[in-house]
């Protein structure tokens, strides 16, 4: 298994506060991603990274911010939660065109 | 319209029965193509991917039809441990970044 962690796997927030999520790859891989899971959309594109500090977002981008300050190291900033970010989100390697996933994190926002 | 779209299923089949689904895509430059397997509650894990010529791995086959837009995935023999959610990726030409389907849900019996 590609040596990917994601921290917390799990989280109970309330509305309007930050929540910050790490993704933690031990693979060298060039992009990261984080996702969004949510039933009946499959897995939709938050914001992605092609290389320290080089970042884009994705079709969901809207109320997240992402950093990547260091190779290994790619966090997903929910900057004022809100309930409709309720989800699962996934974090994934490439190097080429096969992704890697994390195991996810399951974030409640009440 | 969605850019990669899957038959949710669910898909029951029985032990040792032979089970087929397909999944249509929008973008015509699409260059790339996966499947993903998803059980409850976890990550995707790349499954194989799909080659112009068709592919088979051990009981699964996978075909692509570029005339049409779709790729299939077939598994023979079903096992209990073929349970489980497939998603049909695709990567459009020049881009890093994938399209998935919301997933087709098979589950065999006993």
């Known amino acids: 298994d590609a040596g990917i962690t994601q921290s917390p796997r799990h989280k109970v927030t309330e509305t309007g506060t930050p929540v910050t999520l790490r993704c933690h790859q031990t693979e060298n891989h060039r992009y990261m991603y984080w996702y969004r899971q949510d039933p009946g959309h499959g897995l939709r594109l938050i914001h992605y990274s092609y290389g320290v500090k080089d970042t884009d977002k994705g079709e969901v981008s809207d109320g997240y911010s992402v950093s990547r300050s260091k190779t290994e190291d790619f966090l997903l900033t929910l900057e004022s939660a809100t309930s409709s970010q309720t989800s699962v989100y996934f974090c994934?390697?490439?190097?080429?065109?096969?992704?890697?996933f994390g195991p996810g994190t399951r974030l409640t926002v009440t | 319209r969605k850019e990669v779209e899957q038959d949710p299923g669910p898909f029951n089949v029985p032990e040792g029965a032979t089970v087929a689904f397909n999944c249509t895509y929008s973008?015509?430059?699409?260059?790339?193509f996966f499947w993903y397997r998803q059980d409850c509650r976890k990550e995707p894990k790349l499954l194989m991917s799909?080659?112009?010529s068709g592919n088979e791995d051990g009981r699964f086959t996978a075909q692509l039809n570029r005339a049409s837009q779709y790729i299939s995935l077939l598994i023979r023999d079903s096992k209990l441990s073929d349970s489980a959610t497939y998603l049909c990726v695709v990567y459009p030409f020049g881009d890093y970044k994938l399209s998935f389907g919301a997933g087709t849900t098979v589950t065999v019996r006993a």
């Open positions: 994934a390697i490439s190097e080429g065109y096969e992704q890697y």
């Open positions: 973008n015509s430059a699409s260059q790339s």
């Open positions: 799909v080659y112009s």
